[in-house]
């Protein structure tokens, strides 16, 4: 019989069994698949995450550009990731008790020293902040992550565009509807996801510049458009003279808030963002309080179109390590 309490590449047996076995210290990660939602769901559904990084969603859009793989010990989910700077780190884990958590961090602290990760974890919230805090205290490191604070806004105001501050941005909305033939499909429709499918790969003809990060984002709208039902996706495509110009993706993450995962659009094409935007929200996510637009990575003009929204707020990540935990 197996005795490794891990789920990785070198022992593939259900999850059930797998909490039965015998406990053993080494870990033993394996890659990200869109199988491994009912694994992931058992996890995440326990939890109230503000951030983006804790979608299913997500993280299988960047699977393989952040070489996400996963293990879980003594029934604690276990996510290690890259950054887009090639920094491998572990996010928080989720699944552990008062009793289990030092001992699950001091064996990630054993792993990133023998594999020379830079960071322990990233992609930290401030609820696990506070309880990294109250048991290592001033042994913390905490560096604020800001090219990955996420920027959130509320709903009602991106589903009306109302009031003074978005004035702009109902302008455009109006143009936009009173100037362009257009049209609003859902993308439960089978020839619409094959559209936006072709449409991905166009702009990304157009965009790319070497940077295979696009590639990898690429395969993660294909993936997601593919497994649409599978992760309870909701999206819309807009049509101008009947040619695909715009399409967005997201999902309600639980009841307070919805994260909008993928919006493209055609910038040649005056008022179309703001358009799309307003319209998926109205549509699909009036019945949240909060709408996670995901954060800016640091690029200038993705940091200004999303501060033209007017968050209500900036939600913060953190990089975090331990004053003992040195690289050899």
């Known amino acids: 019989m197996l005795t490794l309490n891990t789920i990785g590449v070198c022992d593939r047996i259900e999850y059930n069994e797998l909490q039965e076995e015998e406990n053993h210290e080494e870990l033993c990660f394996s890659p990200l698949t869109i ?64 009793e289990n958590l030092k001992k699950v961090i001091e064996l990630l602290k054993e792993y990133r020293l023998k594999n020379k990760m830079k960071y322990l974890f990233k992609d930290v919230e401030k609820s696990f902040l506070k309880e990294l805090k109250d048991i290592y205290g001033d042994e913390i490191e905490v560096e604020d992550d800001i090219d990955n604070f996420d920027y959130i806004y509320d709903s009602s105001k991106l589903a009306t565009l109302s009031g003074k501050k978005l ?68 999206g819309i495509a807009i049509y101008v003279d ?39 929200v109205e549509k699909y996510f009036t019945d949240v309080k909060f709408i996670n637009r995901e954060q800016d990575l640091g690029i200038e003009g993705l940091r200004k179109a999303k501060k033209s929204y007017y968050p209500i707020r900036l939600e913060e990540k953190y990089c975090v390590n331990l004053s003992d935990d040195y690289l050899l």
């Open 35 to 98: 199988d491994d939602k009912w694994i992931f769901d058992r996890y995440l559904n326990e939890y109230n995450f503000n951030t983006c990084e804790y979608s299913f969603a997500n993280l299988l859009i960047w699977r393989k550009g952040c070489d996400i793989t996963y293990t879980i010990y003594n029934g604690v989910l276990i996510i290690k990731k890259k950054d887009f700077k090639g920094n491998y780190h572990f996010m928080q884990p989720m699944g552990y008790n008062n």
């Open 167 to 234: 004035h702009s941005k109902k302008n455009h909305y109006n143009y936009f509807t009173k100037t362009y033939d257009y049209s609003v499909k859902d993308l439960s429709e089978e020839s619409v996801r094959e559209d936006c499918i072709k449409a991905a790969e166009i702009w990304h003809e157009e965009k790319y510049n070497g940077d295979e990060y696009l590639s990898y984002e690429l395969k993660g709208i294909k993936e997601l458009i593919k497994n649409m039902d599978v992760l309870n996706l909701k």
């Open 242 to 280: 009947d040619v695909i110009s715009a399409f967005t993706i997201g999902e309600s993450v639980n009841k307070d808030m919805a994260i909008i995962h993928i919006e493209k659009g055609r910038s040649d094409i005056r008022g179309i963002y703001s358009f799309i935007n307003k319209t998926f």
